[in-house]
């Protein structure tokens, strides 16, 4: 199972989130029969079946969750490999900077979009390390998208693509959140997989 | 310097074959390089030698081979052509013997007299072509019919048919002579040269006449009529030239546009009837159906011009302006002697009837974009495979000589002044042209600016050895005059490098101790280091210019010099010579498209090498007969080849549809603000007077559009008795009432545009409306341009403020003078950009006329003409009574705009040397594919920057090239592709780099990338970006030079300007902080760094100086029989204006003379007529013309000024007390102000950040 570093750190994170409990809600019991009164011995059978019952909801959850992220992380690499061949064409002149950077201006904030809804979800199920993950590139897009010049048409803009290296400069960012959002989709289908055998 | 010459030369000489062999070493050799350069690079320049005569190396030797050329067609007449020949000779040769003979002429003629001196030897020449001809036809008929035995059939058709055609005595050159033999075009014409000429009468009498021969005399006809007496050939009816003219115009179209045509005037009459009873009865189906707004045509009192009446929601009570038809019948010819008179014909002598480019179907093979035509350079076609080269001048320029008379030795005449004919033993055999040359330059030479760079390079005194002397003689004539500076210097730099006759421009200068670094005559282009035939080959620096006139080798070196790599174009530029050349085949690089040019290499007669991308290509059999020299066989001896400026006429593979005609659209503003401002009167003043010089053909169309808060159309079809105006108030979707008619026909419809134009003025007098729908209107230019493409020019005097594209004000007053952060200086909204790019995808240009008193946001209004090539005008503080200088300097630059010269619907595209590669382009345009601009129009005033980086190392290469071809429509509706190339050195070594750098131009790139960066990032990012571009290459410099001291501040001598100019940046307008300046005038200046070509950029970074008080005669030209003289140049510091002086400075587009306060009372008197200097009025903008000596010297001076430049600058009268002193004194860059270094400073300050 530890295939690599990045992947151990994960799922030894993921498994302390999903082990701290069973192991607390085994091991409470045995000390509160020991060390406690009855009483809270006669409680216990139910406030286990909630929690097993609350265990069992956020499992499915996060079933849910991730299979979401999931479908999101794969419009995200579509849209990321649409992205960096709209960008070659223009490269190589199939298509015009005007008709190019409509296309794409287009999908910027679906893309936007789409990412920060990940993230959220990240923050929301309480998945650190992927919301942190997610995070410069979410806050990256917004910046992007935020910073574009009151003149410019969107933050692709034809009249500058071809100026400083423009072109370039997205066909990397293109190239990297491709390879980001591939990373992100194994992450998913994997803690996916988990949640699914756990459940 | 032979150690970095030598990596280059083993490859280079096993690549070209030994024929050429050498070509590598001599390219390579350094500046310093001890060798004289061996003689030939490439096949052209060694066959150049072998033919002295040949047109190659003086303009004025195309005389012979055009005295050839006349003996050919009495043969060969009888021969089917089915191609027309353009031949574009010596109208001007002629005509200057005409004016050199009777000088009373002269007068008459300013621009085209000037040239003449210089080509005054041409008659002789021809003379002496004419005595020789018999021999000359014979062998020249032998060689063909030989070919015709070498070659298959096709080829016999090729060669004999372009004989025949080049046979014509196509004496005036650009008289383009058209010979068709077919039937559709009966007329075998050409134009007689302004006759009367003694070359012109043997022309014809040396030749059969041709049977059917009207002569056209186009566009010398207004001009030279009067002078065109003694013609041996009856002078042409004037109307033959317009029905030639019109077929000409047609014949290109007739398969494929006239269908459109037609039904356009279909409909246009349809339109007609319905609009007539739509005007009688206002609630006709035409009028309803248009109904959803309140579109009213109206009905007209018959005595007015104009007249609207709104009958629905007349809010507008409009009273339309009383029937004021001013008997102002714009002058068709009747002013001759106006300069500008002749521009709108000057197409005439383009004539080169296209019946060779015949009917193809348009579908078949089509694009505008030019490299993707079909490729047929192997295959000849059999039946009209013709070619005629045709060195000729074009008239245009010719009649603008006076105006541009720089331009005489442009591109590929540009060695004709170059020194290398006088000293270079290669050109003895063409004796008779130089030397006339020579003595005519002083006459000939109006601008000193570049050219005479070449021309007092001829004989610098104590210049170098002869190989190195041309080059740096530039730098040697000022070095003169610093003999103990440069004798110190000199010993210093003996230090850095080795070889022993150190290049003028390396010698280091001690910038802190040489307080002159500023050259007394005007600063020139540095010559590229290339041997003498490439050099004489090479484009003019006028039009395409390097930063570094050598390149490095790797990007690693180029970054070590931290200097910036890039060109400076002006392609469209005015040119007195331009060789045009018609062919069936343009010969291109199979693989990269390049055009052939004088630099590409033969491999054999069959095979020619592409110097951008190394590719073998084949030489098509049409290429080999050579139609200047009428022999076959070699193709190095083309025009193509011979000349690195050359104008193709294009097939129609390079059209995606028929070519458009002129269009034109004027969209006005008449809201209460502009009807104040009055700019309409001087409009329609200009329009009027220019309408039959705007450039066109018969097909040109023209309409109005004005706009308040409300758009009004014009409906100007033929047929109708006054104008009508639509008024269309739903600005919120913007439709066409008549979608025909609003574009008319310029001369069917004359007298109702006349009509339209003397009612415009009063029309709106009255007017209470505000608002200003700026952006609707626009919309409604686009939809009515959209099917054809033109020009639109929008006249506007307020921030939009209705509808579309509606802006805020966004300048605080209080920020003016900020030193901290200046905002605002992008766009505020897309609107503009948007619509530009919509325009330029369907071939609109808008130009802004921006006339206002007060912040307007020209920062967003300019993206109109930006992204559309347009350009961009701009008036601060415009009244037409109140500011009468801004008025004049409106009414000058309307002249111009109106008459110069437009290419439609053209793309430029620019190429070079595999390794190098273009990141970055600065002008008007829109940047369509990684190095295709798409340019909507074109106009001789453009210019254009590239960034240029090496991505891969040049080491293999001694040469690199570079090459744009612009591609474009002309007014006559003709597809025609302009091609300059331009050939610089490799060189590896830092100290060879800096010997090459070329300071003006990398100042305005600078400037262009300091634009671009105070955009995007911040003003104050840019100030610094340039200080620290001086920082580093001076400290990179220095870094070369490690045992010099480094205290002191030390620039090679090419670089010595650097930070002067960098600092002339940093005072500029553009860039300039703590000086208050509006927001406007600050983008304005912005925008006009971006798409002025360099010389005039350069007068607005750094003015010139001159004392004008004590003019003399001493080193004056003589232009035009009149006397210029040149004073020294002066610096631009308080120290050098005295108080008994009066001094001019040239800041490009504003002259001012400051006259001390005690000047000197003669002078006051004699030139400003005023008694003394207390009486000389505040407001002073012109030169009285006084019968003095001072006075005409004064005058004349600024005049040739002024000539020299597209648009006419203002000139004000400063006195030394006047509170306009400041306006002066803000250009004296060399002082301190409160918010600026002086130079001392800031070389202090520089020297600082070295140390740092």
Redesign the interface.
């Known amino acids: 199972m530890h295939q690599n570093y990045g992947f151990r750190l994960f799922k030894v994170d993921h498994n302390s989130r999903h082990a701290a409990p069973r192991r607390r809600g085994r091991r409470a019991p045995v000390s509160w029969d020991q060390g406690l009164s009855g009483r809270v011995g006669v409680r216990q059978p139910v406030l286990r079946k909630k929690r097993r019952r609350r265990r069992r909801r956020r499992r499915r959850m996060e079933v849910v969750v991730f299979v979401f992220s999931l479908l999101d992380c794969c419009a995200l690499i579509f849209l990321s490999v649409y992205f960096i061949i709209t960008l070659s064409d223009l490269e190589c002149d199939y298509i015009n900077a005007r008709s190019c950077c409509s296309k794409l201006n287009k999908w910027v904030i679906p893309e936007l979009i789409g990412h920060a809804i990940v993230t959220v979800l990240m923050l929301i199920s309480l998945h650190w390390f992927i919301f942190l993950l997610n995070l410069p590139v979410a806050t990256w897009n917004i910046y992007r998208f935020i910073m574009v010049p009151s003149g410019n048409m969107g933050v692709f803009d034809p009249t500058e693509i071809h100026n400083r290296g423009q072109l370039k400069s997205h066909m990397k960012e293109a190239m990297i959140k491709l390879g980001f959002h591939l990373l992100c989709f194994f992450m998913y289908l994997y803690s996916m997989i988990l949640a699914l055998i756990n459940d | 310097m032979s150690a970095p010459a030598g990596s280059p030369r083993p490859a280079a000489s096993a690549r070209i074959p030994p024929r050429l062999g050498g070509a590598g070493a001599s390219g390579a050799a350094a500046p310093a390089g001890p060798g004289p350069a061996p003689p030939q690079q490439n096949g052209p320049a060694q066959n150049q030698m072998q033919f002295p005569s040949g047109y190659g190396l003086h303009p004025q030797n195309y005389i012979a081979p055009s005295g050839h050329y006349a003996q050919g067609p009495g043969k060969m007449t009888s021969l089917p052509l089915d191609s027309q020949r353009g031949d574009y000779y010596s109208g001007l040769y002629t005509v200057p013997t005409q004016n050199v003979v009777t000088p009373n002429t002269a007068g008459q003629q300013p621009g085209a007299q000037q040239m003449y001196g210089r080509v005054l030897p041409a008659p002789h020449m021809a003379g002496s072509a004419l005595g020789s001809f018999p021999g000359a036809t014979s062998s020249s008929h032998v060689h063909t019919s030989a070919s015709v035995n070498h070659h298959n059939s096709p080829a016999v058709g090729a060669a004999n048919s372009s004989v025949a055609s080049q046979g014509f005595p196509s004496t005036c050159g650009h008289y383009a002579m058209s010979t068709v033999s077919n039937a559709a075009y009966p007329r075998v014409s050409y134009s007689s040269p302004p006759a009367g000429d003694p070359y012109g009468q043997q022309m014809f009498t040396s030749q059969n006449a041709p049977p059917v021969r009207p002569i056209r005399d186009n566009s010398f006809s207004g001009q030279n009529t009067a002078i065109s007496h003694p013609s041996p050939l009856p002078p042409p009816p004037p109307q033959q030239y317009h029905q030639e003219q019109s077929l000409s115009g047609y014949s290109t179209l007739s398969w494929s546009a006239s269908g459109l045509p037609s039904t356009q005037d279909n409909l246009l009459r349809n339109h007609t009837g319905s609009l007539a009873t739509a005007n009688n009865n206002p609630t006709s189906p035409v009028a309803d159906s248009l109904s959803s707004s309140v579109m009213q045509n109206v009905q007209p009192p018959v005595s007015s011009p104009v007249v609207s009446t709104v009958l629905s929601g007349a809010s507008s009570a409009r009273t339309p302006a009383a029937a004021c038809h001013p008997a102002e019948p714009a002058a068709s010819v009747t002013q001759p002697s106006e300069l500008f008179q002749q521009k709108g014909m000057q197409y005439g002598d383009y004539v080169n009837n296209q019946a060779s480019s015949a009917p193809t179907p348009l579908s078949s093979t089509s694009d505008d974009e030019e490299e993707e035509e079909e490729d047929e350079e192997a295959g000849v076609d059999s039946s009209s495979t013709t070619s005629s080269a045709s060195p000729g001048p074009n008239s245009y320029d010719a009649l603008e000589g006076g105006s541009y008379p720089d331009m005489l030795s442009s591109s590929a005449s540009s060695p004709a002044p170059d020194p290398a004919p006088e000293s270079d033993p290669t050109s003895a055999p063409a004796p008779a042209a130089p030397q006339p040359s020579k003595v005519a330059k002083p006459f000939g030479y109006g601008y000193p600016a570049l050219q005479p760079g070449y021309q007092n390079a001829a004989a610098p005194p104590g210049s170098g050895p002869p190989s190195a002397s041309p080059v740096y003689s530039g730098f040697q004539q000022y070095a003169q005059q610093y003999p103990g500076l440069n004798q110190l210097s000199s010993g210093l730099g003996g230090l850095s490098l080795q070889s022993a006759p150190q290049p003028e421009s390396l010698r280091p200068v001690n910038l802190t101790q040489d307080r002159n670094v500023l050259p007394v005559t005007p600063v020139w282009a540095p010559v590229p280091n290339l041997n003498l035939d490439l050099r004489k080959l090479n484009c003019s620096p006028d039009s395409f210019r390097c930063t570094l006139t050598s390149i490095p080798q790797t990007q690693a070196l180029l970054n070590k010099a931290k200097l910036p790599l890039g060109l400076l174009l002006h392609p469209f530029r005015d040119l007195t010579q331009l060789p045009v050349i018609t062919s069936n085949t343009i010969v291109r690089c199979r693989s990269c498209r390049t055009y052939i040019n004088p630099f590409v290499s033969f491999i054999d007669q069959r095979r020619w090498k592409c110097n951008l991308c190394y590719r073998v290509n084949d030489v098509p059999e049409e290429f080999m007969y050579n139609p200047l020299t009428r022999s076959y066989g070699e193709p190095h001896k083309r025009p193509e080849v011979q000349n690195s400026t050359v104008e193709f006429i294009a097939s129609s593979d390079y059209m995606l549809r028929p070519p458009q005609p002129a269009v034109y659209l004027f969209v006005l503003d008449v809201s209460h603000n502009a009807v104040e401002a009055g700019y309409l009167t001087i409009l329609c003043q200009s329009l009027l007077e220019n309408l039959d010089k705007l450039p066109g053909d018969s097909r040109t169309r023209i309409g109005f559009l004005t706009f308040d808060s409300t758009i009004h159309f014009y409906d100007l079809q033929e047929g109708l008795s006054q104008p009508q105006m639509l008024i269309v108030s739903e600005i919120d979707d913007v439709f066409l009432p008549t979608p025909d008619s609003l574009l008319v026909n310029l001369h069917e419809s004359k007298e109702l545009i006349k009509d339209l134009l003397n009612a415009l003025p009063t029309m709106f007098t009255n007017t209470r409306e505000t608002h200003s729908a700026l952006g609707p209107a626009l919309q409604a230019a686009f939809k009515l341009m959209s099917p054809t493409g033109g020009r639109v020019s929008v006249f506007q005097t307020q921030l939009p403020s209705l509808g579309a594209g509606l802006l805020q004000s966004r300048e605080d007053p209080n920020q003016r003078s900020s030193t901290k952060v200046v905002q605002h200086l ?5 609107f503009y ?2 619509l530009a ?1 919509d325009c330029s ?1 369907q071939q609109t240009a808008v130009d802004l006329f921006l006339l206002s008193s007060q912040y307007s946001d020209l ?2 209004l300019a ?1 109109m003409s ?2 559309s090539a347009g350009c961009i005008y701009y008036y601060p503080s415009f009244h037409c009574t109140h500011n009468p200088s801004q008025a004049e300097k409106l009414q000058k630059d309307l002249r111009r705009y109106l008459t110069r010269k437009i290419g439609f619907e053209a793309v430029m595209r620019i190429r070079c040397t595999k390794g190098l590669s273009m ?3 600065h002008g008007n345009f ?5 190095d ?1 601009l798409s340019l909507a129009n074109i106009n001789p005033d453009a210019g254009f920057a590239v960034q240029l980086s090496i991505e891969e190392s040049l080491t293999d290469t001694s040469l690199v090239c570079f090459q744009t071809a612009l591609l474009y429509t002309s007014s006559k509706g003709e597809r025609r592709i302009r091609v300059h190339t331009l050939c610089l050195p490799v060189v590896s070594s830092l100290a060879d780099v800096y010997a090459g750098v070329d300071v003006q131009a990398a100042i305005c790139l600078l400037a262009n990338m300091a634009v ?1 960066r105070s955009v ?1 990032s911040s003003l104050s990012d840019a100030r610094d970006a340039l200080v620290n571009a001086v920082v580093d290459s001076l400290s990179a410099y220095g870094s070369t030079i490690s045992n010099l001291q480094h205290s002191a501040l030390i620039a090679p001598s090419s670089l010595k300007l650097f930070p002067l100019y960098v600092l002339a940046l940093l005072k500029q307008k553009a860039f300039r902080t703590g000086t208050s300046t509006r927001l406007d005038d600050r983008v304005y200046a912005m925008c006009q760094i971006k798409c002025q070509p360099l010389v005039h950029l350069m007068k607005m970074i750094h003015p010139n100086l001159y004392r004008i008080d004590r003019l003399t005669d001493e080193g004056a030209i003589h232009v035009n029989d009149r006397v210029v003289p040149q004073p020294p140049l002066q610096k631009l510091s308080a120290e050098k204006l005295t108080r008994e002086g009066a001094f001019l400075m040239d800041c490009g587009s504003v002259f001012y003379i400051w006259i001390g306060k005690s000047c000197d009372n003669n002078f006051i008197e004699d030139v400003l007529g005023c008694p003394n200097f207390a009486s000389i009025p505040q407001k002073m903008t012109h030169l009285p013309e006084l019968d003095t000596l001072s006075s005409e010297r004064a005058r004349s001076f600024i005049t040739w000024l002024r000539d020299n430049r597209p648009l006419s600058p203002v000139l004000h009268v400063v006195k030394d007390e006047s509170p306009a002193k400041t306006e002066f004194f803000q250009h004296l860059i060399e002082d301190r102000t409160e918010a600026a270094f002086s130079y001392y400073e800031f070389l202090l300050h520089i020297q600082q950040q070295i140390c740092k």
Do not use: E, I, Q, W
């Not at chain 2, 992008?826 to 897309?830: K, L, Q, R, S, V």
């Not at chain 2, 829109?926 to 990684?930: A, P």
């Open positions: 992008g766009p505020a909204t897309d950009k948007k790019l995808g920062a967003s993206c930006k992204y990141h970055t382009f829109f940047v369509r594919s990684t295709l671009d995007s």
